[in-house]
């Protein structure tokens, strides 16, 4: 069975700061691999995603992810974070072809300091 | 495109009341979902729909639990009676390409 884990709650960084969310996942093929972010009284929208081909993807709002298939990870990362990022993030995996399918991680709560 | 749209945005109710939750998926998107998020169990999955016909609603918690898709473009979800433990926030999204474009959510809290 497919399974994520996000294993930090909470995230507080500095304005300006470099910015990574840990993302892991268990699942028996190369899966399609999401980030979601979640801002207070909203939907998840999303900011990437990852199907096949280039490792590292780029985002909306200078997000980036890369998948490692050997680590079974696909982390988050920002270079400079804005106080407007402040927010939920959730990472996601599923089968190909299936949103149906798609197992949402437990979330990791942003904080961003002034 | 003004995106999925869901009413009420909130909804204050008592146990046992009868509770409809309304959802306008994005036009042309095929798919539709309904999603429960708690501080416990995280987002789940209830029902998904493709082309207005239920294909898997093994997420739906109990019988209590029902839920509709007349046309492509409005979809409900009702609970009957209602109870305390329902209390959640409930998403609608739909999906174009494989990916997910969720509403803004009912906050639903059953006293």
């Known amino acids: 069975a497919q399974s994520v884990t996000q294993p930090d709650i909470h995230i507080t960084v500095s304005e300006g700061a470099s910015l990574e969310l840990r993302c892991n996942y268990s699942?028996?093929?190369?899966?399609?691999l999401f980030w979601y972010v979640q801002s207070p009284g909203q939907g998840l929208q999303l900011l990437l995603k990852?199907?096949?081909?280039?490792?590292l993807v780029q985002g909306i709002k200078g997000f980036e992810a890369e998948f490692k298939r050997s680590q079974s990870s696909f982390n988050l990362r920002k270079p400079s974070v804005h106080w407007s990022d402040a927010a939920e993030y959730f990472c996601?995996?599923?089968?190909?072809?299936?949103?149906?399918?798609?197992?949402f991680g437990s979330g990791t709560q942003l904080t961003v300091l002034p | 495109d003004a995106g999925v749209i869901q009413s009420p945005r909130h909804e204050v109710t008592e146990m046992g009341q009868e509770v409809t939750l309304r959802c306008k998926p994005i036009?042309?998107?095929?798919?539709l979902f309904w999603y429960r998020q708690t501080m416990m169990r995280g987002l789940e999955l209830l029902i998904y729909?493709?082309?207005?016909?239920?294909?898997?609603d093994s997420g739906m918690p109990e019988d209590r639990f029902s839920a509709k898709m007349p046309n492509a473009s409005f979809s409900t979800l009702k609970i009957q009676p209602s109870e305390p433990r329902d209390s959640a926030v409930y998403f609608c999204?739909?999906?174009?390409?494989?990916?997910?474009?969720f509403g803004s959510g009912t906050q639903l809290s059953v006293l």
């Open positions: 999204a739909s999906s174009f390409n494989e990916k997910l474009f």
């Open positions: 699942y028996g093929a190369t899966p399609y």
């Open positions: 990852y199907f096949s081909g280039d490792t």
């Open positions: 996601a995996v599923g089968p190909p072809g299936s949103a149906r399918q798609l197992t």
């Open positions: 036009s042309g998107h095929n798919s």
């Open positions: 729909f493709n082309n207005n016909v239920p294909i898997d």
